[in-house]
């Protein structure tokens, strides 16, 4: 049928090919030919914190499944983008609850945080190069969408409720993608938050999981309590010499009467 049509888009192709010539190698017309070998794939510029962004989360999301899993991933992310989800590729991969890795209380989440800190060798940083690469050609049109458009995805290892929901399922590696799953009470699209800052603060400090300890206010030693409530001496009182080891306790200790000790007020008798 594609030879039909591009016989009757262009009959002088079909003559040549009767008369016998084979120099016609295809159906393109030489005037298109020049045009066509002129056009040349231009990447589109990228935003780097996006690209740090994108590839930390895939990495984050499917490391444990190649470049594949990655790149499926990664394009589920960036179709997202638009209305529904998030007008920018920050607000898709940030919105509440979007993405497991950047849940609190998830393992993953420091590491996606400070990736650089982690990936220090071995394959947690031939992943995570690999991240970043991948994650440059997606955002730069250098990539093609395995997943066909998915918006959707799940580890085969769990069964989400909308998943029966879902139309257009395939599976790569180890995660199973969907075209859509229709709102309907089963599923619904969570709210986007906008965030204020800028995408390029997303790393610009670490979580404080990975920041220095918290110091806390020096203070002196303690001093009793005052309605429950544990008192501190000033810190210029820390180290200094207790008063047992000042005064004589012993003679702290003998009875007196006006200040004149009983033994000697005995002898004065």
Partial sequence: MAAAFNFALHPEALAAVVSGERDIVGFVPEHLSASAAEQVIVPVAVNEAEVRLLAATIWGEARSEGEDGMRAVAHVMLNRVGSRFGENLETVIMSPYQFSVWNRGDPNRRLVSN????????????????????????????????????????????????SSQGIGRQTIGAHIFYADVPDRGIRRTPATRMHVTQVAQTFAQPMPIDGPAVQTAERGPRAGRVNGVVQYAPVSAARLALPSETIDVNSAATPTINGVPISQQTALR
């Fill in 115 to 162: 990736p650089d800190r982690y990936a220090t060798g071995g394959v947690a940083l031939e992943t995570w190069e690999q991240a970043q690469h991948i994650a440059r050609e997606v955002l730069s049109g250098q990539s093609v969408d395995p997943t066909s458009g998915a918006l959707f995805y799940h580890t085969r290892a769990i069964r989400p409720s909308w």
